[in-house]
C-alpha cells in the first residue's frame, strides 16, 4: 500500500529538548516536505526537498533541520524546540506534477 | 509573487444544498496545477481533484464539480446535494509545474453542513 509514516503521532516535550519527527515514503517520490498547520494559519511549509542531498528553505524554517540520506526518508529535527512549535505537522511526498501524499500528522505539544 | 486566495473563512449550509468554494490563485506563470484537499474533522489530508491552467472545460466527479476561469484565475470546486460527511476543511493548492515543486496552500475553507 502506497503511504507516507509519520512517528510519533503524538508528542508532549519540554523547552529546549531535542526532537526527531520521522517521516518514510514507499512510493519512490523524489519531493518531500514538512508543514505546519495552526488554526486561522493554514498550512505552512517549513522544508522541502527534490531529491537525496537536496533540500531548502520553505516559508517557516527558522527552529527546524532536515535531512535527505535516503530518497524515502525525511526526518524533522528540532534542536531547541520552544512553546511557539506547538503545532500539527505533516510530511508529504510526490513526484512530478502530481498531487501530495501526506502522512497522518503528528502533534506536537512544547511545554 | 505567487498568492493563493481562498477568501471564504467558514461555510454553513443545510443537507442537500449545493455549495461553491472559490480559490484564485494570483501568478505571473502560464502553465500550473491546482489541487484541491480535504481534512475531515478526524485530521487526516485527502486528495480530491487536480486541475490543470491550460484546461478551462468543466469536470464533474458524482456530486464535485469544478471549474476554471482563466481571466479571473478562480478554480472554484462545486459540490451537489451537500451531506453531513462533506463538513471538513477545504484547500486549494497550486504548483509550478518543473519548477521548485513548491505546493502552497491556501488557508482553507471550513465547510460545516447541517443535518
Known amino acids: 500500500e502506497a503511504q507516507v509514516t509519520q512517528n510519533p503521532r503524538y508528542l508532549i516535550t519540554v523547552t529546549g529538548k531535542k526532537l526527531t519527527v520521522t517521516c518514510s515514503q514507499n512510493?519512490?517520490?523524489?519531493?518531500m516536505s514538512w508543514y505546519r498547520q495552526d488554526p486561522g494559519l493554514g498550512l505552512r511549509q517549513i522544508y522541502y526537498s527534490m531529491n537525496v542531498e537536496v533540500t531548502d528553505k520553505g516559508d517557516v524554517p527558522e527552529g527546524y533541520k532536515v535531512s535527505r540520506k535516503e530518497k524515502r526518508n525525511f526526518p524533522l529535527i528540532l534542536e531547541s524546540p520552544s512553546p511557539n512549535q506547538t503545532s500539527l505537522y505533516f510530511c508529504?511526498?510526490?513526484?512530478?506534477?502530481?498531487?501530495?501524499?501526506f502522512g497522518q500528522g503528528t502533534r506536537l505539544t512544547v511545554v | 509573487a505567487q498568492k493563493v486566495t481562498q477568501a471564504q473563512t467558514e461555510i454553513s449550509v443545510v443537507e442537500k444544498e449545493d455549495v461553491t468554494l472559490d480559490c484564485v490563485y494570483e501568478?505571473?506563470?502560464?502553465?500550473?496545477?491546482l489541487f484541491w484537499y480535504k481534512q475531515p474533522p478526524s485530521g487526516e489530508l485527502v486528495f480530491l481533484i487536480r486541475?490543470?491552467?491550460?484546461?478551462?472545460q468543466n469536470e464533474i466527479s458524482g456530486r464535485y464539480s469544478w471549474n476554471f476561469q482563466k481571466s479571473t484565475s478562480s478554480f472554484n470546486f462545486t459540490i451537489t446535494a451537500s451531506q453531513v460527511v462533506d463538513s471538513a476543511v477545504y484547500f486549494c493548492?497550486?504548483?509550478?509545474?518543473?519548477?521548485?515543486?513548491?505546493?502552497?496552500f491556501g488557508k482553507g475553507t471550513k465547510l460545516t453542513v447541517n443535518p
Open positions: 501568478t505571473r506563470d502560464t502553465t500550473y496545477y
Open positions: 493548492a497550486p504548483t509550478t509545474p518543473g519548477g521548485s515543486e513548491k505546493l502552497v
Open positions: 508529504a511526498s510526490r513526484t512530478v506534477n502530481t498531487e501530495a501524499f
Open positions: 512510493m519512490n517520490h523524489e519531493y
Open positions: 486541475r490543470n491552467s491550460f484546461d478551462e
